[in-house]
């Protein structure tokens, strides 16, 4: 049975209100999407899937190329971000396949350690930051060791890159081949950089090649084909564009993995539960500077009076509060607090 709102909650008026809204508006949806049933979806729907597939032949065509598949994953969610399926690809080829930690920066140091000593069980793999020099020529790389915390040196070192020179290292004896007992050779090798939307991967091969010879950004979905980039005399990497072949995939996930453009969330309040549920209650009531909160809905009640994000009549306007919440996760104001108040995974979480 639903106990109701209780009576000391903080403007319990306007929550009746906004659940009465939402009650409209589902059964608004719910007529919609009667009358609409058996209807073929003019156009959009198999646009989507001809995009997907056409990128999944891609990849499938990258890594048929390539000699070396360079799997870039987000340091904070390592698991999260992973492409079982294209990882699956790559063994089935028999293509050497390395996995990068990313953004390594973003997370407290216990935590990349701990990840390393996981995954290093079944594959190789390296810690990474990319370079965040504004200049488009001349990046630097930074000889902090990685298990430095980078937050506590200089902006200047914090922007260079770091675990170049390891990545680089590898890839060189990926190429070097013993044809007899007397001679050491390098052979040309093509690296395939795979991953998800927005996990770095234009970035990292910008930071390698030390200038900015692939567009980046971040916002997802801005690498659109492949590109192919000349390392050295004997490395070639190719930039691809990021995929998701999960076709069950949870979208407001992937909006939180900034996989996505949150506009395109028609409802957002999904993906703001997902970070209730990631983010303890403390948490957001610090953040945000708000008193205690019964669910979701009452939070982003709060929120939307702490922001002055209402609709005609005072009524909140939790669509847009959910909105400044997401912005906040992806882009957090400063660096500590994307390691502080957004919690970041260890091996030792839900996930085993």
Request: with cysteine.
């Amino acid at each position: 049975k639903d106990p109701g709102v209780p009576n000391s909650l903080p403007f319990k008026d306007e929550i009746l209100k906004h659940v009465e809204e939402i009650k409209a508006t589902s059964n608004e949806v719910r007529v919609f999407n009667l009358m609409n049933a058996g209807k073929p979806n003019e156009g959009t729907a198999p646009k989507e899937r001809h995009f997907s597939s056409s990128l999944y032949r891609e990849t499938e065509n990258l890594i048929n190329e390539c000699d070396v598949i360079l799997e870039v994953l987000d340091a904070r969610d390592p698991l999260g971000t992973r492409e079982l399926e294209i990882e699956g690809k790559v063994n089935a080829a028999k293509k050497r396949l390395v996995l990068l930690l990313n953004k390594i920066d973003l997370i407290p140091r216990a935590n990349l350690q701990l990840w390393l000593n996981y995954l290093r069980q079944w594959f190789t793999v390296l810690p990474f930051k990319a370079n965040t020099q504004k200049q488009s020529n001349n990046l630097s790389h930074g000889n902090i060791p990685w298990n430095i915390d980078v937050s506590m040196k200089s902006k200047e070192q914090s922007s260079k890159g770091m675990g170049v020179d390891e990545l680089m290292s590898l890839l060189a004896n990926y190429s070097r081949t013993s044809r007899d007992s007397k001679e050491n050779t390098r052979m040309p090798i093509t690296v395939g950089v795979i991953g998800l939307p927005n996990t770095g991967k234009s970035a990292i091969i910008n930071t390698l090649k030390r200038q900015k010879v692939c567009m980046s950004s971040n916002v997802p979905g801005l690498t659109r084909q492949c590109q192919r980039v000349k390392l050295d005399k004997n490395i070639f990497l190719i930039d691809s564009p990021g995929i998701v072949t999960c076709k069950s995939s949870d979208t407001a996930e992937l909006v939180l993995k900034n996989c996505l453009k949150p506009e395109s969330l028609p409802d957002p309040v999904p993906a703001v539960e997902a970070i209730l549920r990631r983010c303890s209650k403390h948490q957001m009531m610090s953040k945000y500077n708000l008193g205690d909160y019964a669910d979701t809905t009452a939070f982003l009640v709060q929120l939307a009076h702490r922001l002055g994000r209402l609709k005609k009549g005072g009524v909140p306007n939790t669509t847009m509060a959910a909105r400044a919440v997401i912005s906040d996760w992806i882009t957090p104001h400063k660096l500590q607090e994307q390691r502080d108040l957004f919690t970041v995974t260890t091996p030792q979480g839900d996930y085993f």
